[in-house]
C-alpha cells in the first residue's frame, strides 16, 4: 500500500467525491419523497435508514480504490461540502453527518489493518459504519424515543442499507474502474 498522494490520486479522490456529493444532493429529494410516503403509516424514520447507504457511499468507494489511511474520510467529507453547497436541505450540519460517516467507515478499514479490501473489509466497513452512524442519529433524530421493537427494525434497515449501497455497490464500482485501468 502506497501512502504517498500523487496528483492522479488527488483529482480522482475529488471527482469521486463530487460525483457522490451530486448524489447525496438528489437523494434529499427521494428522502423526502420517501418519507412523505411511510408518514401515514408512522414509519417516516425508516426513510433515513432505507438510504443511508446512498449517503455513505464515497467513503467506502474511497477506501476500496486508494487503501490509503485517511481516503475514506477525506472523500465523505469533500462530497458533504459539494451536497452543502448544492444547496442541500441540512445546510452546515451536513459536514458533520460527512465528517461522522467517513469516520465509521475509515474505521471499518483501520479495523482491518488496511489489508482487507474483499468481503472482510465489506463486512467490516458495514458493521462499523451501521453502528456509528445509528448512534448518531440516536442523539441527532432522536431515535432514543423510539420503541425497542422499532429500533431493531430501523437497525436491520440501516444495515442492509450500507451493505448493500455502501458494501457491494461500491465494491463492484471499484473492480469496474480497476477493469478499465482507471485506477492501478
Given at each position: 500500500?502506497q501512502?504517498?498522494?500523487n496528483?492522479r ?7 469521486i ?9 438528489a ?6 419523497s420517501?418519507?412523505?410516503?411511510l ?17 455513505i ?7 476500496f ?5 485517511g ?33 465509521a467507515?475509515e474505521?471499518g ?6 489489508k482487507?479490501y ?12 451501521t453502528?456509528?452512524t445509528?448512534?448518531?442519529d ?18 436491520i434497515?440501516?444495515m ?11 465494491k ?6 480497476s ?6
Amino acid at each position: 500500500m502506497q501512502k504517498i498522494w500523487n496528483l492522479r490520486n488527488i483529482i480522482l479522490l475529488t471527482l469521486i467525491s463530487i460525483i457522490c456529493g451530486i448524489i447525496f444532493f438528489a437523494t434529499g429529494f427521494i428522502y423526502n419523497s420517501l418519507s412523505l410516503m411511510l408518514t401515514p403509516f408512522g414509519l417516516a424514520p425508516f426513510a433515513n435508514d432505507i438510504l443511508i447507504g446512498l449517503w455513505i457511499m464515497a467513503a467506502p468507494l474511497a477506501g476500496f480504490i486508494f487503501k490509503k489511511p485517511g481516503a475514506a474520510i477525506l472523500s465523505e467529507i469533500l462530497g458533504s461540502i459539494v451536497e452543502m453547497f448544492l444547496g442541500g436541505q441540512w445546510g452546515a450540519s451536513t459536514l458533520i453527518s460527512g465528517f461522522i460517516q467517513g469516520v465509521a467507515s475509515e474505521l471499518g478499514f483501520a479495523v482491518t489493518k488496511y489489508k482487507h479490501y474483499d468481503w472482510i473489509g465489506i463486512i467490516s466497513t458495514t458493521i462499523t459504519t451501521t453502528i456509528i452512524t445509528f448512534i448518531w442519529d440516536w442523539f441527532k433524530n432522536g431515535y432514543s424515543s423510539y420503541a425497542p421493537n422499532m429500533l431493531i427494525l430501523l437497525f436491520i434497515t440501516r444495515m442492509l442499507s450500507v451493505f448493500l449501497f455502501g458494501g457491494i455497490l461500491t465494491k463492484l464500482i471499484n473492480n469496474m474502474l480497476s477493469k478499465s485501468n482507471v485506477i492501478k
